[in-house]
C-alpha cells in the first residue's frame, strides 16, 4: 500500500522534511510497512532552491484539500487563520493532519482536537513544541503525566540565546538581540519571541496535556525578558543565581498556574545550565521524581525529524489521541502565585532609607533572605547619590508583595519602579 | 471489558506497582477503555506488609502460566533462569508480557524478542534500563533512533553515588562504598554494579535498539570503578574534567563499539553533571542534535510507573515490536577504539624520566595535550622519590597507547602498571 502526503508550506522545515524523507525513503516503508510518498506540496511560492521531482506543486492550498488521494497533509505554513482553514478542512475530510504549528493549537487546538477525536483521524504536533525533544510523546503516555506536579521549562531559543550571551559575555540586552539576529536566531520583528509569547503559546499546549485540561492560552500570564540588565544578571549571580526565561506550569489543589517569565533558577538546577538556543523541559512527577528532556528547540531537520516520528507512528497504526479538556481548567492568577522574589531598589543614601525598606516588607509579612547594599554602585548626581539595594525575600503571595512595593514606590526615596524577579523554590 | 494482570514476584517495584494500581484504577481504566485487574501474585515468598485484598497468591510461578485468565504478565523476580522460563512460556502461549529485567534480557533477549514477534504478542521493557526515564520509549520511535550516531549514558546509580561521593566529600571508594550500602544503593555483594556488569547489560539493551542490531552482551567492554582513587577524581578536576562510570555505544562505518568504564567528561558536559543515584541518556544523533534524558533510575514507584506506561501502551493497542536485529552487529574491540587518554604515571624522580616518557609516546605517534608534574605530592621512600605524573594525550587508538605503555613500564624507573583512564572527546 502507499501512503499519500501533501505538505504545506515550503520554509525551513519543510525543506528539512522533504530532505529526511528523500534521505529515509527505504527506513520509512520498512517501518510503517507501506511506501511513503510526498505526491503534493503546496506553498504560495515556490522556492528555486527546492527540488520537487514528481511531486505535485501548487500555490493553492485548497489544491491540498480537493486531492483525494492524499492520506495525509502536514502543516507547515505556521500562523493562524490559513493554517486553522486548511486543517479544520482536512479532518473533517477524515484526513489526518500533522502540524509544526503552536499558534493555531494555543488558539484553535481544542475545536481542532475535538473534530479529530469526533471524526476519530490523527492530529499530530510533536514539532509543535520544542523542536527535536519529543515532549510530546513522553507526555502523551498520560500515566506518568496524570502524577505531574509541575513542569518548567526553557522553550524560547531567541530568549535563552539572548539571556546566555548577556550572562556569558557581559553584553545589553539590544547587544546580544542584534547578535541572535545577525545568526537567524530572532526575527526581524523579535516581539513575539523576547515578549514571551511564543512561549506561553507552548505552555498553553504542554499544560493542556500535562493536566488533561483544555488549552487556555488566554489564562497565560506572560512577560518577557527586555527589561533584564546586566546588572541583574551579575546581582542573581552573587547569591547564586541565574537568569532564565521560563515557563512554568503547576497544579496544585486542582488549581493550576501558567507563566511565563524571567525567574532567578538556582545555579545547581539544570535548567541553568541549558544555554544558547538549546531547549529543556522538566517534569516534576509524584511517581518518578523529575525527569528532564534537552535537545534542540528549533531547526528545519531536528523539527522535521519531529514530523516524521509523528508520521510513522501514525502510518503504523500506533497513534493516540492526546488526553486534552478531560477536565476544567482552574488557573490560578498571577498574583495569587507565592514564590520567593529578586527585588532591585535604587535608593537615595540618606539614613533609615534600609530600615525603611526592611520595616515596610516585615510590615507586609515578608522576610528578607538576602540583602546585598552595594557601596560600590553608588551613583552620585548633583546633591543626591543613589545606591542599588538588592533583596531576594524569602516565598511571599504577588499581591501582598506587589502591596509592599507600592508603599515603598511612594517613598520619596526610593526610586520607582522597583525592578523585581520571580525566584524558582522547586524544580 | 477487564485485563487481568499477573504479577511474578513481590520485591520493591511489584509492590510499587501495587501501590499505584491502586491509587490510579480509576485513571488506568479510562485511558485503557477496559478494567485492569491485578488478578494473581506469584511469589517464593509472601511478604506480610503486602496488602493484596482478593488478589491470588501463591509461591508457585507455575500457576501465572497456567492461570488462563490472565491476560499480560509483568514479570519482576529479576535474575535469568527462572524468569527465562516464565517469560518464555508466557510468549508461548500468547500471552504478554512486560518486564523489568534487563539481566534476561540481555541473556535471552534475542530469542524471547523473537518468540513475541513471531507469536505476535508484546514484550515490553521500558522499567528494565534506566528505571524512570522514558528513554526505550524514546528509542522505540526509530526513525530519530535509526540516525543516531552515539549513545552516552550514566546508567548504574551505584556507581554514580560513589564517584560523586568520592568527588565531593573526598572520602575514598571504600568508605564511598560502604556509605551507598547503608542506604540502600549498593547490594552487600556490590559487584555486579560497581564492576560494570549491570551497565552492561543495559548498554546492550540500548545498542540494540538504537542501531537496529542484536543484543550482544558478550561484546561489551566492561571495566569498573574499582580502582578510581581520589587523586585520579582531583587531576582529573584540575585538567577540567569530572569522572563518571559511562556505558557509550558508537556507530561508525557499520562498524559499533560498546564500552562501560569510567571515563573523564568535561566538566561543562551535561553528564558531568548528573550527580548521585540520578541517571542520564545521552543520543548523537544526525538529524536532532544531542538528546538528553534524566531521572530516577531506580526505585520502587519510578520503576513502577515505567511498568505501567506500557501496560497502558498495551492495553489500549499501542504496543509496537523493537527495531532490534535487523541488521549484524560489526563490533569494534576495545584495542581499536580511538580516544584521548589520561595517564597517571608513578616515576622516579630522576633526571631523564620525564624525557624518557615523552620520547616514548612521541615514537607511537601519542601527542601529549596536557602534563602536570606534582613536585608537592613527591612521595620520598629510603633512598628514592616517586613524582606523580599526569598526562592528558591528544586522541590515540588504544591498541597503540597500550604498546607504549608496556614499554614505559617495562623502564626501571616508571612504577608498574600505570593508570590510564579513557576521555569522552564527542558528546
Given at each position: 500500500m502507499s501512503i499519500n502526503v501533501g505538505i504545506a508550506g515550503l520554509g525551513v522545515v519543510a525543506q528539512g522534511l522533504l530532505d529526511l524523507a528523500k534521505a529515509n525513503t527505504v527506513q520509512l516503508d520498512e517501518i510503517t510497512g507501506d511506501t511513503v510518498r510526498v505526491s503534493r506540496v503546496a506553498s504560495r511560492r515556490l522556492r528555486d532552491e527546492v527540488e520537487l521531482g514528481s511531486t505535485a506543486f501548487s500555490t493553492d492550498l485548497n489544491d491540498l484539500i480537493s486531492?483525494?488521494?492524499?492520506d495525509l497533509v502536514i502543516e507547515?505554513?505556521?500562523?493562524t487563520d490559513a493554517a486553522y482553514d486548511l486543517i479544520k478542512s482536512c479532518l473533517n475530510q477524515g484526513r489526518g493532519v500533522i502540524t509544526a504549528n503552536k499558534a493555531v493549537l494555543a488558539t484553535h487546538g481544542n475545536e481542532l482536537l475535538a473534530i479529530a477525536r469526533e471524526r476519530n483521524v490523527p492530529l499530530a504536533f510533536?514539532?509543535?513544541?520544542?523542536?527535536?525533544?519529543?515532549i510530546i510523546a513522553a507526555l502523551k503516555t498520560r500515566f506518568p503525566a496524570n502524577n505531574i506536579q509541575w513542569l518548567t521549562g526553557i522553550i524560547n531559543g531567541t530568549c535563552n540565546y539572548i539571556l546566555t550571551a548577556m550572562s556569558e559575555e557581559g553584553v545589553a540586552f539590544e547587544d546580544a538581540l542584534r547578535t541572535a539576529q545577525e545568526l537567524g536566531y530572532?526575527?526581524?520583528?523579535?516581539t513575539f519571541d523576547v515578549g514571551g509569547m511564543d512561549a506561553a503559546q507552548k505552555l498553553a499546549i504542554l499544560v493542556a496535556l500535562a493536566f488533561d485540561v483544555p488549552i487556555e492560552i488566554d489564562e497565560v500570564y506572560c512577560e518577557g525578558i527586555?527589561?533584564?540588565t546586566i546588572d541583574d544578571i551579575r546581582h542573581a549571580d552573587e547569591f547564586g543565581y541565574s537568569i532564565k526565561h521560563l515557563a512554568i506550569g503547576r497544579q496544585d489543589d486542582d488549581v493550576i498556574e501558567m507563566r511565563v517569565h524571567p525567574a532567578l533558577v538556582p545555579k545547581e538546577n539544570l535548567l541553568a545550565k541549558v544555554n544558547g538556543v538549546e531547549n529543556a523541559v522538566q517534569l516534576g512527577t509524584a511517581n518518578t521524581g523529575v525527569l528532564r528532556f534537552t535537545g534542540p528547540g528549533a531547526g528545519g531537520h531536528a523539527t522535521a525529524s519531529s514530523v516524521i516520528a509523528d508520521l510513522t507512528n501514525i502510518a503504523s497504526g500506533l497513534y493516540r489521541h492526546p488526553?486534552?479538556?478531560?477536565?476544567?481548567?482552574?488557573a490560578r492568577s498571577i498574583g495569587d502565585v507565592a514564590s520567593p522574589f529578586f527585588l532591585s531598589i535604587a535608593a537615595t543614601?540618606?539614613?533609615g532609607v534600609i530600615a525603611s525598606i526592611g520595616e515596610t516588607l516585615a510590615r507586609h509579612g515578608i522576610s528578607i533572605a538576602s540583602m546585598v547594599q552595594k557601596q560600590e554602585e553608588v551613583v552620585r548626581s548633583v546633591d543626591t547619590a543613589v545606591i542599588p539595594v538588592v533583596i531576594l525575600t524569602n516565598s511571599v503571595v504577588e499581591r501582598e508583595l506587589d502591596q509592599s512595593l507600592k508603599e515603598l514606590e511612594s517613598l520619596a526615596d526610593i526610586a520607582s519602579p522597583i525592578k523585581k524577579i520571580r525566584v524558582v523554590d522547586f524544580a
Open positions: 486531492d483525494n488521494d492524499l507547515l505554513i505556521g500562523g510533536e514539532a509543535a513544541v520544542a523542536g527535536g525533544i519529543p530572532a526575527e526581524a520583528d523579535p527586555e527589561d533584564i488526553g486534552i479538556g478531560g477536565s476544567e481548567l482552574n543614601d540618606r539614613p
